[in-house]
Structure formats: C-alpha cells, structure tokens
C-alpha cells in the first residue's frame, strides 16, 4: 500500500478548478518537503509545486494558478488549481520526503509517493 493517498481529481471543463488532497496514510513522521507532480498523455512525470521551509515552489507552467498548501503540517496538504487547461490533464501524484526542499524537487529527491489521481480538462 503507497504511504501517501491522493484525492479531488476528477473531470473539468476548461477554465474551472480542481483542489488535490494527499493525505499519510502510514507511519510516516517528520517529512520536511511535500510535492505534486504530475504526467500527461504520452509525457514524461514533471513537478508541479512543492512546499519545504516555510515556503512554497512553482514550475512556470502553473505559477498564478495553482496554489500549494499544508492542512495539517506534514501529515495532509493540497494543490488548488485554477483555470484549468487541457494541457494540464494527467495523472497527478502527491510525494514526500523527510529531508528539505529548497526549491523544486526532482522525482528522485522524494521517498514517499502516492499512487496518483486523475486529472482531465476537455470541453
């Protein structure tokens, strides 16, 4: 069973909003760096956002549209995102790790992974 669990994907038209859940669902403590990547159609996983040091990391792509926070420190955080585009579409994977992030992680910065919730933008 993956230690972190996503929630809220589902299928939006063009424009509309999202928010993303990852919650630890195992014995996890101290995790110093949370993150959402995410992976389209045919592409490669990339990361989205990532929350470490009291502050939070953007790709380009998403920067003014999405928003990435704690609920509950290290144990629940979220992905807002607005207007929502097609190329946004994907799987989108909560990840973790106990050690800081000072800027956006790469895939093997992180330890702990979700399994992924569906994202799809289409009209």
């Known amino acids: 069973q993956a230690p972190l669990a996503e929630s809220g994907g589902g299928s939006v038209q063009p424009g509309g909003s999202l928010k993303l859940t990852c919650e630890v669902i195992g014995y996890i403590y101290g995790l110093n760096c949370m993150a959402w990547f995410r992976q389209g159609p045919a592409k490669g996983r990339e990361v989205v956002a990532a929350?470490?040091?009291?502050?939070?990391y953007y790709s380009d792509f998403v920067k003014g549209r999405f928003t990435a926070s704690t609920d509950d420190f290290d144990k629940k955080w979220s992905l807002q995102m607005n207007d929502l585009q097609p190329e946004d579409t994907g799987i989108y994977y909560c990840a973790a790790d106990h050690s800081m992030c000072w800027a956006l992680p790469t895939e093997t910065d992180l330890a702990q992974w979700g399994q992924g919730t569906q994202v799809t933008v289409s009209s």
């Open positions: 929350i470490g040091g009291g502050s939070e």
